[in-house]
């Protein structure tokens, strides 16, 4: 029998009218509809294939179709895919112990989506400041940075500093403050005894690929431990080989308390993610006072333990940070009079256009007609994060295209 979908036979417009018609208008796409990908190569619907230089925001950083993750999801899936926390599953222990091994942490707590593992952090730290820190009862504060992004749930908006994603939401979930990102005295000031947390991305991503002065996190590491709080670094879209280490924070040698993970843990299959901490500090957590019905299931830990696997043998980390380098190298010598700053780290790319050149978003357009997905962000920046599988001949082959379009 042969079942021909209807989706295989539709063109790429009309997906997108169905889309704009029937789906929440909570995103602005570029107007491409990918039907199948591989390796750093997406192709549409009409059989048109572009790079795919954002990476689902990098979360497919070891790029689309891997053989061994797409292996591990199908192994697992004719085992069991889930059970929920009320029983246990031959995937969890394994994974929380290759995980915490990687962090050189010890516990894990498995969540799904970056927002709840955010989210679980900020309980954690606020628990660990009523019970091991002695901040009185409902009086935790935890101090955040302007311009962050840590998703968005009505608690994380309660943060953030960008208007777009807070407008109408109110009201907001107190004991939050947040302070200038790279500025050490401005964390100072704001600590007080009540202070459980500082919780910051070593770089920013949202933000347009923020990197902070050098030895600010250094700074951040030796503040946080003499007035007793909490450093916890979201490294979902930084972490996991995006920089050139297994975490940002190692490019500035720093071991922040308490890691929060996403994105790339679950390579781009399935949805994971985790909270990784010390015994002491995840010790607050006792039965029933956290959980998730999917989180830690059998079929995500399987995927997540290959993704673990992967990144011990740093093959993507080390792609990152030489070829991050070359790319930088490259664009540092591209003439063009539209670009205020190139900036990053590994293969991240922030490009900051002059406001005279017009908004990102039409140089996105511009390299969408040349074979190029880009995305980007917060209007004036234009984000490059390719899958850390790309080698350096589809680098040049993107260099090219982008020094067409900049010049
Ligand atoms: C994407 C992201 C999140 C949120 O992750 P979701 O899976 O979209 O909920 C949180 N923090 C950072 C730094 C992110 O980049």
Same mark, same amino acid.
């Given at each position: ?40 190569? $997406? ?61 050189? &942490? ?32 409902? &009086? ?15 608690? =994380? ?33 704001? =600590? ?7 919780? =910051? ?70 949805? =994971? ?29 399987? $995927? ?10 740093? &093959? ?23 670009? &205020? ?67």
């Amino acid at each position: 029998m042969t079942v021909q979908t209807q989706t295989n036979e539709m063109t790429s417009a009309k997906h997108i009218e169905l889309v704009d018609r029937h789906a929440a208008h909570n995103y602005h796409p570029l107007p491409v509809v990918v039907a199948e990908a591989d390796g750093v190569w $997406v192709t549409d619907v009409e059989g048109k294939r572009y790079m795919d230089m954002l990476a689902a925001y990098s979360a497919v950083n070891f790029g689309h179709n891997h053989p061994e993750l797409i292996e591990a999801a199908r192994v697992q899936l004719d085992r069991v895919t889930l059970t929920s926390r009320a029983f246990q599953n031959d995937q969890l222990g394994p994974f929380c112990k290759e995980l915490a091994e990687l962090c050189d &942490k010890d516990v894990v707590l498995p969540m799904n989506t970056g927002a709840e593992a955010v989210e679980t952090a900020i309980k954690t730290a606020r628990k660990w400041g009523y019970t091991k820190k002695g901040v009185s009862a409902d &009086k935790a504060k935890i101090i955040c940075c302007s311009e962050n992004f840590h998703g968005r749930t009505t608690t =994380i908006v309660s943060f953030s500093t960008d208007p777009l994603c807070r407008e109408g939401f109110g009201p907001f979930t107190p004991g939050f403050e947040t302070v200038e990102y790279g500025n050490i005295d401005a964390l100072r000031n704001s =600590i007080d005894d009540n202070t459980v947390a500082f919780l =910051i991305e070593p770089i920013q991503g949202e933000a347009g690929i923020i990197v902070p002065p050098a030895g600010y996190l250094q700074q951040v590491r030796d503040l946080c431990t003499e007035k007793n709080i909490l450093f916890i670094a979201d490294e979902i879209q930084a972490g996991l080989g995006r920089c050139g280490a297994t975490f940002c924070v190692q490019t500035e040698n720093v071991v922040p308390d308490v890691l929060i993970l996403g994105k790339a843990l679950g390579g781009g299959v399935m949805p =994971i993610s985790a909270v990784v901490s010390s015994t002491e500090i995840m010790s607050v957590f006792t039965p029933g006072v956290h959980g998730s019905t999917f989180g830690g299931n059998p079929l995500a830990c399987a $995927v997540a333990r290959k993704v673990v696997e992967i990144l011990k043998t740093n &093959k993507y980390q080390d792609n990152a940070k030489q070829l991050g380098e070359y790319l930088f190298d490259r664009l540092g010598k591209i003439k063009t009079d539209k670009v &205020k700053q190139f900036r990053g780290r590994g293969l991240w790319v922030g490009i900051e256009f002059h406001e005279s050149a017009g908004v990102a978003r039409k140089y996105c357009e511009q390299l969408m007609q040349e074979g190029m997905l880009c995305k980007d962000t917060h209007e004036q920046v234009m984000r490059l994060a390719p899958p850390l599988c790309i080698t350096k001949d589809e680098l040049d082959w993107a260099l090219e295209r982008l020094e067409k379009v900049l010049a």
